[in-house]
């Protein structure tokens, strides 16, 4: 026992040290990922665009391959590949495949490929779920196709036994350009529903992250036109960028003002045109876009991008040809514009000018090409999105961390208890084991006390009730008296016998145990039986099987004490000749009927001994039904059915 005890004490010093150690190693390891996470760019607002993106065909399961490509035009070296979730609404990823892998080459058929990463998505919430980018390194990798194939699908929400994968975007950047934008998509299973899901909506510019911005405590709203009443009224703003330079992007950031914080894309034209001049006086301007007479989707909070080959620029100008509405009225704003050459914005601090403009402290013509949008300061897409793929990917490590730690303080816990868990176990099984040794002694010696109680009313009362008996009998059939006194002489003997077959009963009692077997009860009823009904015309009969049935000791002898109180009452005074008596097994207990062709008697008239009385109370102690049916002149029947638990 001293070995044992020390075993466990040495377990306990044991288990305390490594969850010590444990815990501090998983400590150290959150408090490096959260230092990671602060450093950060902060929380996007996840916005719901309009176009949600690309959705495959329907797949009859899971591990159907389907995949999507991208043809960038031309050859590029690949900074990073960046894949946007899709999202209807409740900023959480839809479709994203749990696996999925990413080639680059330079031929379609995908002869050659590159894999820039084959991916497995772990089951946190907060890494499959999660709308934020998925970041890949291109490794500088030279390449003209992106293809995204989906390993693993995803099952479709609300038809059972479908599988898809979405995607929201795909972003390629190379040399500070995103030159996926408008490219050519291949698709050989889509679902074109739109203006929801398209395949030229993977390569558009809109997606779930909105404006590239890092907040700040008080943003400008932007450049603001004159207020009109005719919405088809033209109106423009320009920008000077002072010198002619090569640009290969136009980007348009909407605006959203401090004021009108519930509407996203204040101001934003319907329809609209882009152009571009070599010369300030915008004689021979270039078309980058036109909607036409086609209105253009509201891009809310998502900015509004345009890329084109490399072209020489000096004047970058928005014509808005159908305008805004506001409040019964018609505005055309911008929060920011852009001119993009080789990846960085050329237009912060141009000049600005409009054909016509509304002033106030938030919207001014320089707070256009200020590098404010958003809600706040702009900064570069490519890092921005790498920055919100690390922070989804740390945590998911924090979550698993998290996991990781709980699990090491239970067992550290579990392992601190187990020493005295084993102590008080110990302490409990000994003193068990004493109680159990003081209870079969205590049962042992009241099994010899009954047995001795039994052996002395046996051997001592019995026989001097035996011998009175006989000493009656005798007394009546050799002595010559009174006929009074052989009544008396006879009574003496049928009192000596009853006693004598309560005291069988009472020894029989006393030896069966707490639980005797129902079948014993059968027996010593029909021995009763055959004590009580002398000179009768009497049959006992048992339905079931009895053998395997036992209850309380406690219910034998109410059960028996009643059925010799109805015997009694039957040959005392019923006046009867005939007795019929069956004990019935039923499916929840027992069933007595006791019958006669005595005279009978009314139930309901008051009762003169206390036999009826008795019975009745024994039956509910027995939580018995008793049912006597008797009439004058025509015999009683009794019926007591007992439930055994």
Not at 243 to 271: M, N, T
Not at 377 to 398: F, S
Not at 588 to 602: E, R, T, V
Request: charged share 20%; hydrophobic share 40%; aromatic share 8%.
């Amino acid at each position: 026992m001293l070995i044992f005890l020390g075993l466990v004490s040495s377990s306990r010093l044991f288990a305390e040290a490594w969850g010590k150690s444990e815990i501090e190693r998983i400590e150290r390891l959150e408090n490096e990922s959260l230092n990671e996470l602060r450093a950060l760019p902060e929380d996007c607002v996840v916005q719901t665009p309009v176009h949600a993106g690309f959705h495959s065909g329907f797949a009859p399961s899971s591990d159907s391959a389907r995949w999507v490509q991208i043809d960038l035009g031309s050859d590029y070296p690949i900074d990073g590949v960046v894949v946007v979730p899709a999202t209807l609404g409740n900023k959480t990823s839809y479709g994203f495949p749990l696996r999925f892998r990413i080639d680059a080459a330079s031929d379609p058929l995908m002869s050659e490929p590159e894999t820039l990463i084959e991916a497995f998505e772990p089951g946190q919430a907060e890494e499959h779920s999660s709308v934020y980018p998925r970041y890949v390194d291109g490794k500088k990798k030279e390449a003209r196709y992106i293809r995204f194939t989906a390993l693993s699908l995803a099952p479709e929400p609300r038809q059972k036994l479908k599988f898809i994968f979405c995607l929201g975007e795909i972003l390629v950047f190379s040399g500070g350009y995103n030159v996926a934008l408008c490219a050519k998509v291949l698709a050989p299973a889509s679902a074109e529903t739109n203006p929801t899901w398209a395949a030229s909506h993977l390569v558009d510019g809109c997606h779930a992250m909105g404006i590239p911005s890092v907040a700040t405590p008080r943003a400008l709203n932007g450049w603001h036109s004159a207020i009109f009443k005719n919405p088809t009224q033209n109106s423009w703003v320009q920008i000077d960028l002072g010198e002619s330079k090569q640009i290969g992007g136009i980007r348009l950031i909407p605006a959203h003002p401090a004021d009108y914080p519930d509407r996203s894309g204040f101001g934003f034209p319907v329809c609209f045109k882009v152009e571009t001049a070599v010369t300030p006086d915008f004689l021979e301007p270039s078309l980058v876009f036109d909607s036409g007479d086609r209105h253009f989707v509201n891009p809310g909070d998502i900015p509004v991008s345009f890329r084109f080959p490399q072209r020489e620029a000096r004047v970058v100008r928005v014509t808005a040809t159908e305008l805004w509405e506001r409040n019964r009225d018609y505005v055309f704003a911008l929060g920011e514009l852009e001119a993009l050459s080789g990846g960085t914005n050329v237009a912060l601090s141009s000049s600005v000018i409009s054909s016509d403009q509304t002033i106030t402290s938030l919207w001014k013509p320089e707070f256009l090409v200020d590098g404010n949008g958003g809600r706040g300061v702009l900064v570069d897409e490519h890092q921005w999105l790498k920055g919100l793929h690390q922070k989804r990917v740390l945590r998911g490590r924090l979550e698993l961390l998290s996991a990781q730690r709980q699990e090491a303080e239970r067992i550290a816990h579990d392992q601190l208890v187990f020493g005295g868990a084993v102590l008080c176990a110990i302490a409990c099984l000994s003193a068990l084991g004493f109680g159990l040794s003081l209870r079969s002694s205590r049962r042992k010696e009241i099994a010899r006390l009954r047995n001795q109680i039994s052996k002395d009313l046996h051997d001592e009362i019995g026989s001097s009730l035996c011998s009175i008996r006989l000493i009656s009998e005798m007394s009546g059939c050799h002595m010559q008296k009174a006929s009074d006194d052989r009544e008396a002489l006879s009574e003496i003997g049928t009192l000596a016998a009853q006693s004598t077959e309560a005291l069988r009963e009472i020894v029989w009692m006393v030896k069966s145990g707490d639980f005797p077997s129902c079948a014993m009860l059968v027996e010593q009823m029909r021995r009763s039986a055959g004590g009580l009904l002398l000179g009768l015309e009497w049959n006992f009969a048992s339905h079931g099987s009895f053998s395997d049935q036992n209850a309380p000791l406690e219910l034998h002898r109410d059960m028996l004490m009643f059925f010799r109180e109805c015997l009694h009452n039957i040959a005392r005074h019923s006046s009867a000749t005939r007795v019929q008596i069956v004990l019935s097994r039923t499916l929840h207990g027992l069933c007595l009927s006791i019958s006669d062709n005595g005279i009978g008697f009314d139930p309901k008239a008051p009762a003169v001994g206390q036999g009826l009385q008795n019975m009745r109370e024994r039956a509910a102690r027995m939580d018995g039904e008793l049912v006597i049916n008797s009439v004058q002149g025509g015999g009683t029947k009794i019926i007591l059915e007992v439930p055994l638990r």
